[in-house]
């Protein structure tokens, strides 16, 4: 029997169905499903939340690193410096387009890449950097962007797991020379589908990713570019709307939660997520690090509550990947973590009993 859930989309549409419903029924009336106004509107309101002048709706989180990789010039036989500590498809977006991923290791405490390598890292090959806002906490941009600027190499954010997170004032995906979006429906925003978005203040690179996104057209059947299909569709765009609305007051619900967790967890022998002064942590996942990860989280399942690992086998160790020529401990970080994360419960929705029980749970199994 699941008594707590790790997430619970279901509940969401519970509460918000009515409003979601309307935004949906709204599109199929209207008869018009890709690239109309239900995108416009959103990229215009994702682009006003995040307070950057431009927003492309994309069909993915994976496709808007590849297109914003395109778009800088990255191709073929050219390498991005990015992490192993990751979901798989931010390495996706560098191999789709032809390139070649460089990893360098991450902090221990965050997970986050570890910025003082990346200057090492930095060959002519280097065309661009990914770093990724893992968990919902910003990577240290301040020293990367100087770096990057140093060495001319644009800055992507894979900003999947970080909607709404701030670092020194500035929203995650605002800071590089474009930010990469997932709505991967169980992401901080997420659709009832696939979507994505990048962001950038950079016009010019907007309007390649608008001609990228739509089979490399600047105006109908006139093709300007080489292209792809990779666009937000109307329903999709429609959810997103609505849920944009409450990012917010979702994301303050993960950070009490986690807070929660912070205060109760604090004194046992684990370690809690990291939170750099002047950064908000929009709690994506809540991911604590023990040497006992394998025990606790059978125990956690014996109990009815949901965890997950993210992620067990970091990408440079993934049998895809071998061909890079990463042998195991060439990332020791990373490969640490790989055996000692394990992420809880955290979603909006979540009610205070079931983080009472997580709590309790977890207590139990250090007793
Ligand atoms: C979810 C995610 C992606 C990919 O997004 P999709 O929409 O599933 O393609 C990329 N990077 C990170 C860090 C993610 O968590």
Request: with cysteine; aromatic share 8%; glycine share 8%.
């Amino acid at each position: 029997m699941i008594k707590v859930k790790f997430g619970d989309l279901a509940r969401e549409y519970e509460r918000y169905g009515v409003e979601i419903d309307r935004a949906i029924s709204r599109v199929l009336r209207s008869g018009w499903f890709i690239l109309g106004p239900e995108m416009e509107a959103f990229e215009q309101e994702f682009a006003d939340y995040l307070g950057i002048a431009n927003c492309v709706g994309v069909a993915s989180g994976t496709e808007a690193l590849a297109l914003a990789l395109l778009a800088c010039g990255v191709g073929p036989g050219d390498s991005v410096i990015t992490v192993a500590h990751t979901a798989v498809p931010t390495a996706s977006a560098v191999t789709m387009i032809g390139a070649q991923p460089v990893f360098v290791d991450v902090q221990p405490d965050t997970g986050l890449m570890d910025v003082s390598q990346v200057e090492a890292a930095i060959t002519p090959q280097t065309r661009a950097i990914i770093p990724v806002h893992l968990y919902g906490h910003c990577v240290d941009m301040e020293p990367l962007l100087q770096i990057a600027a140093e060495n001319g190499v644009p800055v992507i954010e894979d900003a999947a797991q970080a909607h709404g997170a701030l670092y020194k004032g500035q929203k995650a995906g605002t800071m590089g020379t474009a930010g990469c979006f997932s709505f991967y429906p169980s992401k901080n925003l997420g659709c009832y589908g696939d979507g994505g978005a990048i962001t950038t203040a950079d016009r010019a690179l907007a309007e390649e990713l608008v001609m990228l996104r739509n089979y490399g057209q600047r105006a109908r059947y006139y093709h300007e570019i080489l292209g792809f299909n990779c666009r937000l569709d109307e329903i999709q765009a429609a959810i997103l709307g609505v849920k944009l609305g409450y990012l917010d007051q979702w994301n303050n619900r993960r950070r009490e939660i986690g807070q929660l967790y912070n205060e109760s967890l604090g004194h046992l022998p684990l370690r809690l997520p990291a939170e750099r002064p002047g950064n908000k942590h929009v709690y994506h996942l809540y991911v604590i690090q023990t040497t006992k990860r394998d025990a606790l989280q059978a125990s956690l399942t014996k109990l009815g509550i949901q965890s997950l690992i993210h992620y067990p086998v970091p990408v440079h160790l993934q049998k895809a990947y071998r061909y890079l020529g990463y042998e195991p401990g060439s990332l020791p970080e990373t490969e640490k973590l790989a055996h000692e994360i394990l992420s809880l419960p955290i979603h909006p929705h979540m009610h205070d009993d079931e983080v009472d029980t997580v709590i309790k749970a977890v207590k139990e199994f250090y007793r």
